[in-house]
DNA sequence: CCACGCTAGGTGTACTGTGCACCTACGGTG
DNA sequence: CACCGTAGGTGCACAGTACACCTAGCGTGG
């Protein structure tokens, strides 16, 4: 790196977005911590560190979105199981929404970012 | 607030939105910060706090991003008008472009929730 | 037998962005 | 004069995140 002055800010994803995406993982099917590490990459989360995924189930474990149970493993350590319960569909199908509006938002900026450089968003 | 154990954690936008939000305004043209206050509510940024922008705007200025210039006013204090430069213009087209993969993940999540909550997206 | 690697689930901690409260200063108006 | 609106700012505390690190079970190769 020879610019120090680098601007390396990026614009991530939306804060907390680890929730819905394993609340929705949850909704199609029960899984443990470990599997669902590899199932959130699928829906937009690259790299996300065991250490946020396991604080953010034990949240919402605590918090009544989701239910676990230990279950031992023959091949390995026991592992939690995970399940979604009606108050985490609530929290989900809210999450949902305001996620929508979100999108919404970020293609008005695309659709006005458009316009400032000059493509007509509808020729 | 009779229940305690209510959830209100909430998703919201993305992390440094702000930034992109600001270089959009002034690539559409040189404002002052108090002016892009108003005008950062109409890209979804409802309550942006003084706090935040004006340190967003300093932070650019020092990063090469925009440039400012101080100018007197007859009606009130002096205000400080805000250009983008050249780099400023690079970084939101960068930026731009990872808000629409963004946008593509969000589409992503809403399709596949849909799939989950039994609604066909294409009928 | 022991070292190593893979699975599985964590803790501790520092960084960073954001939100809230608060402050200065200028000009106009009652 | 006191007060309001404009304009720009500081200080601080909280929350989410990123990074490093740890424990433990089981299987395999030397």
Do not use: I
Request: with cysteine; proline share 6%; hydrophobic share 35%.
């Amino acid at each position: 790196m020879s610019r120090a002055s680098q601007v390396d800010v990026a614009v991530t994803l939306p804060r907390n977005y680890l929730r819905p995406c394993l609340l929705l993982l949850l909704g199609e099917g029960t899984a443990h911590g470990y599997e669902l590490m590899d199932q959130v990459a699928e829906l937009g989360l690259s790299k996300v560190d065991p250490a946020g995924l396991y604080r953010c189930l034990r949240a919402m474990d605590e918090e009544g979105l989701v239910e676990s149970r230990w279950e031992p493993s023959t091949v390995g350590p026991a592992r939690r199981t995970y399940g979604l319960t009606d108050e985490g569909r609530d929290w989900l199908r809210g999450v949902s929404e305001s996620l929508a509006d979100l999108n919404r938002v970020l293609g008005l900026f695309q659709r006005r970012y458009g316009v400032l450089e000059g493509r007509d968003p509808s020729p």
